[in-house]
């Protein structure tokens, strides 16, 4: 038996390293040191190459190496009836709570402004909101949505979550499905933390934006799938947003010349809100491989009818 690592940039060494520590009984393989195929029960992939899993022929399961799995989907050839998993983990979450909490901090006391006008020697007070008067809606309110929400509810700020079915969390409003409207109306920074599914492709465009307070500001800390990007510029233009924080994008790196780079009303991160750590979350990797070796039920499974 063994455990098939394949990443896209084939950075596998702190990977094997921290899989070995959590269980040193474990064989670990890549693609480019696997001897016999058919030994391999189960696959941990981030962002593999369509096609990838084709000569597995004993595999078990597949997980993310992330807690996003849109990027499993987006193989036709996944195998079909296999368990699919993602990590969850609490250090995703607190680096997705942190972030988060700085860019809507940054976003009401104005520090991007101040930063432009720093680089012009420029001294302008300007007016600022306080986090208690200021709703945040999170759009998509499953586990870092939760996270997220319940240390901006510390900071202050009134917050509202918005799922598929409604959740019972202390000092938040939470929304479900057929309530979407009400819950636009009220976020005047909206984050988005939803899973990429076939339903959620292209969600932030001009419709959802026209139902935000005029001036809201954006944060997508979830897929650059979710983003119409032409609605978002004129959504900007005609001031029906103030700004955006974009962490993730269509094309990563974004392109050179992509006109979101000029745009002053625009913060850019290179996918870094919450970043999956080999040694972190490794255990749980090496508890699923375990577990499918003992036919067991797997943890932090994926539904594939629903996509997350
Ligand atoms: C990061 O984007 C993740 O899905 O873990």
Redesign the pocket.
């Given at each position: 038996m063994a455990l098939l690592l394949i990443r896209n940039d084939k950075n596998y060494t702190p990977w094997i390293d921290a899989l070995k520590k959590a269980d040193s009984s474990i064989t670990v393989v890549t693609p480019e040191t696997v001897e016999n195929p058919e030994e391999v029960t189960m696959a941990v992939t981030w962002k593999a190459p369509q096609g990838s899993f084709a000569k597995y022929t004993n595999l078990k399961a597949i997980g993310?190496m992330?807690?996003?799995v849109d990027h499993l989907f987006d193989d036709p050839s996944l195998p079909k009836n296999i368990s699919l998993t993602r990590v969850v983990d609490d250090k995703?979450a607190s680096d997705m709570q942190e972030f988060v909490s700085a860019l809507c901090l940054n976003h009401i006391r104005n520090l991007k402004e101040y930063a432009a006008l720093q680089a012009q020697a420029k001294w302008k007070p300007t007016s600022y909101k306080r986090a208690k008067d200021v709703t945040v809606g999170i759009l998509g309110f499953g586990t870092l949505g939760q996270a997220v929400g319940n240390m901006l509810s510390t900071i202050g700020f009134k917050v509202t979550g918005w799922s598929h079915s409604k959740k019972d969390v202390e000092q938040i409003t939470s929304y479900s499905q057929n309530e979407l409207d009400r819950f636009l109306a009220e976020a005047e920074i909206l984050v988005c933390l939803l899973p990429l599914t076939d339903k959620t492709e292209g969600i932030l465009n001009t419709e959802l934006f026209s139902k935000l307070p005029k001036g809201a500001y954006l944060i997508n800390v979830a897929r650059g799938g979710h983003l119409v990007e032409t609605d978002l510029i004129e959504a900007l233009n005609n001031r029906q947003l103030s700004g955006a924080a974009l962490d993730v994008f269509h094309t990563e790196p974004l392109p050179q010349d992509h006109l979101f780079w000029n745009r002053n009303d625009i913060t850019i991160t290179p996918?870094i809100a919450?970043?999956?750590n080999a040694a972190s979350v490794s255990a749980q990797i090496a508890e699923n491989y375990n577990r499918v070796k003992n036919g067991e039920e797997l943890l932090n499974t994926v539904s594939s009818e629903r996509g997350y």
């Open positions: 993310s992330g807690a996003g995703l996918h919450s970043m999956s």
